[in-house]
T-cell receptor
Framework: QQQVKQSPQSLIVQKGGISIINCAYENTAFDYFPWYQQFPGKGPALLIAIRPDVSEKKEGRFTISFNKSAKQFSLHIMDSQPGDSATYFCAASGLGLQGAQKLVFGQGTRLTINP | ETGVTQSPTHLIKTRGQQVTLRCSSQSGHNTVSWYQQALGQGPQFIFQYYREEENGRGNFPPRFSGLQFPNYSSELNVNALELDDSALYLC???????????FGQGTRLTVV
């Protein structure tokens, strides 16, 4: 019930196209859903996040769509650029029993944008 | 405003040894979490510290321990290193136990 399932494992998109990565969760206690971008040899960088009281959040070329009833959320990258090539992780968190905000991560999607 | 910094960036240890990894949290953040990221996997939560106390722990054995200092910096200690402990260890800091977590660049630990 603590898992977050992410798909696809890898994705190749042409420059200028739309990249879409999907995640699903089981635990209805999750109340915060971030996406992280990670380049090789670096730590994950917070990209965009959403809470379940809204269905969509947009920041620049990045949009999160959230479907509370289906327990699914997705990341859309519009006008994908070669510099977007990285590994993307979805995550979910909720207040734990001891008060810890613990992030549960998906398995990651390796995105390649072809020029 | 400085971000999360970790040291060292790379480390090689022998099986059975002990290791200490260090993390300086982002300015104004008083909560620090540690994660282990195996190659090709998502980060796994080890534990979280708030006000110098551990307030949440993932599925890791007691040989993984930590500290948080009054300036909110933190250490991760791993005793009796095993080959499977080879991973990228990430520190994340958060403001006031809120959800937003900002990660450092990580420490790459190799156990041989």
């Amino acid at each position: 019930q603590q898992q977050v399932k992410q798909s696809p494992q890898s994705l190749i998109v042409q420059k200028g196209g739309i990249s879409i990565i999907n995640c699903a969760y089981e635990n209805t206690a999750f109340d915060y859903f971030p996406w992280y971008q990670q380049f090789p040899g670096k730590g994950p960088a917070l990209l965009i996040a959403i809470r379940p009281d809204v269905s969509e959040k947009k920041e620049g070329r990045f949009t999160i769509s959230f479907n509370k009833s289906a327990k699914q959320f997705s990341l859309h990258i519009m006008d994908s650029q070669p510099g977007d090539s990285a590994t993307y992780f979805c995550a979910a968190s909720g207040l734990g029993l001891q008060g810890a905000q613990k992030l549960v991560f998906g398995q990651g999607t390796r995105l390649t944008i072809n020029p | 405003e400085t971000g999360v910094t970790q040291s060292p960036t790379h480390l090689i240890k022998t099986r059975g040894q002990q290791v200490t990894l260090r993390c300086s949290s982002q300015s104004g953040h008083n909560t620090v979490s540690w994660y282990q990221q195996a190659l090709g996997q998502g980060p796994q939560f080890i534990f979280q510290y708030y006000r110098e106390e551990e307030n949440g722990r993932g599925n890791f054995p007691p040989r993984f321990s930590g500290l948080q200092f009054p300036n909110y910096s933190s250490e991760l200690n791993v005793n009796a290193l095993e080959l499977d402990d080879s991973a990228l260890y990430l520190c994340a800091s958060s403001p006031l136990r809120q959800s937003e977590a900002f990660f450092g660049q990580g420490t790459r630990l190799t156990v041989v």
